[in-house]
């Protein structure tokens, strides 16, 4: 039923892209729908083929293959022109993940502990702390030496390109870790809903759903932007991150909420990780094929939300245990964000 939802929100979003005479405001709405509707099948195809092929190789498709929307959306962007929304968009989904998210599984499993407290292993949280960490390093460097006009800020393009394959080896060191550790969450203990030929066709169905999807979504965002006062930073790190995250992530509150504590975190910390880690950096070298170039220099501002962020998710999920009150705290921090993005 979800999917034939989907394929409709997918029609709709192309029809309302080349209809004359049609709002770019409809033709937004519904290209966001189907953006987010895309991203869940993507993530619910490479869940099915997991149960096949087991949690490895899932754990490689997932680092390859999960934020297929989040990447198309910012080659166009970048296509376009539009550096603030490919930039924000990738900060936000590693921010909507890492404070919106996560906060929601963290309320939703200590709920549902009897003394309050969700627990969970603490070697992934504290391993993705790291890699975030690592790519705020990058990152902060950058802002500092933009800031102070030195000789290296003349350089920033470099500079990212030789971080990007630095960042990519750390992380590929850590996939091959995670991979072979046998530290991978505990399967979700529920049958496969499709065959392994079905899953592969669906997942291949929505990669080029996803290309078309956010080749439409970019189109339609300026125009909307500028009916509705709404800021390039707003619609980067709130809308696209929500649409292509949240959803997809729901799974992680529900398990959450059924007690799956080890899984629900491992969903979203391993999808931070990989943003910040494998897919910011990928799209940096990706985007020397692209009308612009994309570095990790970014807005003071963003840099200041990106570093907290990583402190503050260390701080709560380090020790393996968290509060209603930690989460509450996650979700509240991600609403003082988006309020600035909304002024930026």
Same mark, same amino acid.
């Given at each position: 039923m979800l999917?034939v939802?989907?394929?409709?929100l997918?029609? #709709?979003a192309g029809?309302?892209?080349?209809a004359? /005479?049609?709002?770019?405001?409809?033709?937004? $709405?519904?290209?966001? @729908?189907a953006?987010a509707?895309?991203?869940w099948v993507? =993530?619910m =195809?490479?869940?099915?083929?997991?149960?096949r092929l087991?949690?490895?190789?899932t754990? %490689?498709?997932q680092?390859t293959?999960?934020? #297929?929307?989040?990447f198309f959306?910012?080659?166009f962007a970048?296509?376009?022109?539009?550096?603030?929304?490919?930039?924000t968009?990738i900060l936000?989904?590693?921010?909507?993940?890492?404070?919106?998210?996560?906060?929601m %599984?963290?309320?939703? +499993?200590?709920?549902?502990?009897?003394d309050?407290?969700m627990?969970?292993?603490p070697?992934?949280?504290?391993?993705?702390?790291?890699?975030?960490?690592?790519?705020s390093f990058m990152?902060?460097?950058i802002g500092l030496?933009? *800031?102070?006009?030195?000789?290296? *800020?003349?350089h920033s393009e470099t500079?990212s390109?030789?971080?990007?394959?630095v960042? @990519?080896?750390?992380?590929?060191?850590w996939?091959?870790?995670y991979?072979?550790?046998?530290?991978?969450?505990e399967a !979700?203990g529920e049958?496969?809903r499709?065959s392994l030929?079905?899953s592969l $066709?669906?997942?291949g169905?929505? /990669? %080029?759903?996803?290309?078309?999807?956010?080749?439409?979504?970019?189109?339609a965002?300026?125009?909307t932007?500028e009916? @509705?006062?709404? *800021?390039q930073?707003?619609?980067?790190?709130?809308?696209? *991150?929500i649409? +292509?995250?949240?959803?997809e992530h729901?799974a992680g509150?529900?398990?959450?909420?059924?007690g799956r504590?080890e899984l629900?975190i491992?969903?979203?910390?391993?999808?931070m =990780?990989?943003?910040a880690?494998?897919?910011?950096? @990928?799209?940096v070298l990706?985007?020397?094929?692209t009308a612009?170039?994309l570095?990790? &220099?970014l807005?003071p501002?963003?840099i200041?939300a990106l570093?907290?962020?990583?402190?503050i998710v260390?701080q709560? &999920?380090g020790? +393996?245990?968290?509060t209603?009150?930690e989460g509450v705290? #996650?979700v509240?921090?991600f609403?003082?964000?988006?309020?600035f !993005?909304?002024?930026?």
């Open positions: 999917l939802v989907v394929a409709a997918i029609v #709709l029809v309302t892209r080349y004359s /005479g049609v709002s770019r405001i409809v033709a937004f $709405v519904f290209a966001t @729908l953006l509707g895309v991203a993507v =993530s =195809s490479i869940e099915q083929v997991g149960h087991g949690p490895a190789i754990g %490689v498709m680092a293959l999960a934020n #297929l929307p989040e959306v910012v080659i970048l296509g376009a022109g539009e550096t603030v929304i490919a930039q968009a936000g989904s590693i921010l909507v993940n890492a404070l919106l998210v996560l906060g %599984v963290i309320i939703a +499993g200590a709920t549902r502990s009897k309050g407290v627990r969970f292993n070697k992934l949280p504290n391993d993705t702390a790291t890699l975030l960490l690592v790519a990152i902060v460097l030496t933009h *800031s102070a006009g030195d000789a290296a *800020s003349s500079i390109i030789i971080g990007a394959g960042i @990519l080896a750390v992380y590929g060191s996939l091959r870790q991979l072979t550790s046998g530290s991978i969450a !979700a049958p496969a499709l030929t079905a $066709v669906l997942l169905l929505a /990669g %080029v759903a996803s290309a078309f999807v956010s080749d439409w979504f970019v189109n965002l300026h125009p932007i009916q @509705l006062h709404i *800021s930073a707003f619609a980067g790190l709130v809308i696209v *991150s649409a +292509g995250n949240a959803v729901a509150v529900v398990l959450a909420a059924k504590s629900a491992s969903i979203v910390k391993n999808s =990780s990989q943003i880690a494998f897919l910011y950096p @990928l799209l990706v985007s020397l094929l612009t170039r570095t990790f &220099t807005a501002v963003y200041g570093i907290g962020t990583a402190v260390w709560i &999920t020790d +393996g245990e968290a209603v009150f705290a #996650l509240a921090t609403v003082i964000l988006a309020t !993005a909304a002024f930026e």
